[in-house]
Each structure stands twice: as C-alpha cells, then as structure tokens.
C-alpha cells in the first residue's frame, strides 16, 4: 500500500498508516525541502530523503509500528509526525 504526501506550502503532514505502507512524499512547493526522521539536533537515521527540489519524490515503507517524528532539514521549523 502507498500513501501520497505532498510538500507544499512549507508544511510536512502528520500521518496515521498502517504497517507495511510506503509514504511516498513529493515536493509541490516553490522551494527544496527533505523529509527526515527525527527532530533537529537528534537524528534518528531511519530515513533521510536528501533534498527534493520541486517535483521531485521520496519513498520509505514503514514495516514497524511507532511514533516517528520527521521534519526538513533545510526549514527545521517544518515537523510532523508519521504513526
């Protein structure tokens, strides 16, 4: 299963899926931003996108439960959560 994120506006989305689902976000916004896993100043290594400039996707599967907080490196203002 595959749930679409989009990036837009300088806002990540806190998500609720179920396990086994691939997080697919795509950046829709004027500028580059990344999805990362954890919060800034404590990396989690789970995942890192890189940067994703304008229509440009990342994909992770989430095989665990959890809580799993993720913001953009480049804006660290911008933090959701993935459950």
């Known amino acids: 299963m595959e749930f ?3 990036i837009v506006e300088f806002v990540l ?3 609720t899926i179920e396990v ?8 829709r916004d004027i500028s580059s931003h990344t999805s990362t896993s954890g ?7 789970i995942w890192d996108s890189r940067v994703l400039s304008t229509g440009k996707s990342y994909s992770f599967t ?5 809580t799993f907080p993720y913001f ?6 911008m933090q959701a959560t993935v459950t």
Not at 72 to 77: A, G, S, T
């Open 4 to 6: 679409a994120s989009d």
């Open 13 to 15: 989305q806190d998500l």
């Open 20 to 27: 086994g689902t691939s997080v697919l976000w795509t950046n």
């Open 62 to 66: 989430f095989n665990q439960t959890g």
């Open 39 to 45: 919060r800034p100043g404590d990396l989690t290594g």
């Open 72 to 77: 953009c490196e480049i804006h660290p203002f």
